[in-house]
């Protein structure tokens, strides 16, 4: 049977991949990168820089161009229509470069478990293989996620003692402020940290951007005191590099 392997790389640290990881990116025949653009270029980069760390033989890679996301029929139905015709994609790259016995691979930011799509996109298509073709598994290998990287960069816990956790986006947060006493923002343009310190809101934040690279930046404190440091330094960073990746836990009870 065909085999996908979805392998959680963490934050583009060679060092921080699990045995697992590695063992998987051993056994796998061809990977798959998909290109975003010029700003995701360094992503694929730092993915060939673990393969060149990891893996053992010669490795064959075949990159395709991912579907741009339109912003016009609303968000949900973009993400739907970005999703399918991802989906056509990924069913073309299996069917294609994947042998009868074979594994193929994807090499996934982080946990695929969070914020991906790479495992719903697979879901999808397998109903788009072509007729005939025979069916693939997909085994999934546990990353370092960004909330895990963030909080192992600043020394702290998630969590307050026996306390929940909303893990959300920039998006959400820019909507309403969350009720759980803890709550981590994925995916924040700015707007979230930015709807959150007009509001007032009373609690600590701490944020860091391109965690586990070189380039990793940390700042934390009392929104009120460094909300505004943030921002500034994340329009900074983003502005020298041209692309930003950050991550914030907010906690209202300490
Ligand atoms: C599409 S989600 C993918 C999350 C990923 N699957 C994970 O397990 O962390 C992308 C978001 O993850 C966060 N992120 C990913 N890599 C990061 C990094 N190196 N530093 C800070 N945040 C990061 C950012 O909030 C970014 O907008």
């Not at 085994?139 to 998630?158: D, K, S």
């Not at 909507?175 to 995916?187: Q, Y």
């Not at 690279?213 to 994340?234: K, N, Q, S």
Request: proline share 6%; glycine share 10%.
């Amino acid at each position: 049977m065909r085999r996908v392997l979805v392998i959680g790389i963490g934050m583009g640290d060679p060092a921080a991949l699990t045995l697992r990881a590695v063992e998987a990116i051993n056994r796998a025949d061809v990977f798959f990168f998909l290109d975003k653009g010029e700003a995701a270029a360094e992503l694929i980069e730092l993915r060939e820089a673990i393969l060149r760390t990891h893996r053992r033989a010669p490795w064959r890679s075949v990159t395709a161009a991912s579907p741009k996301r339109s912003a016009e029929s609303g968000y949900r139905a973009g993400v739907e229509a970005w999703h399918a015709a991802r989906a056509e994609i990924f069913a073309r790259l299996i069917d294609e470069e994947i042998a009868p016995d074979g594994v193929g691979a994807f090499l996934v930011w982080g946990d695929p478990m969070l914020y991906d799509s790479t495992l719903r996109v697979l879901d999808t298509a397998r109903s788009v293989t072509a007729p005939g073709a025979p069916p693939f598994e997909v085994e999934v290998v546990p990353g370092i996620c960004a909330i895990q990287a963030l909080c192992a960069a600043h020394a702290i816990p998630l969590n307050g003692i026996g306390e929940p956790v909303e893990v959300t986006t920039g998006r959400r947060v820019a909507g309403a402020t969350p009720e759980a006493p803890a709550f981590v923002a994925l995916l924040d343009d700015g707007t979230g940290l930015r709807a959150l310190i007009e509001r007032g809101w009373a609690g600590r934040v701490w944020w860091g951007a391109y965690l586990g690279t070189p380039d990793e930046v940390l700042l934390a404190g009392p929104l009120a005191e460094v909300g505004e440091a943030i921002l500034a330094r994340r329009a900074e960073v983003r502005a020298r590099k041209g692309w930003v990746m950050d991550v914030w836990l907010a906690r209202a009870d300490v």
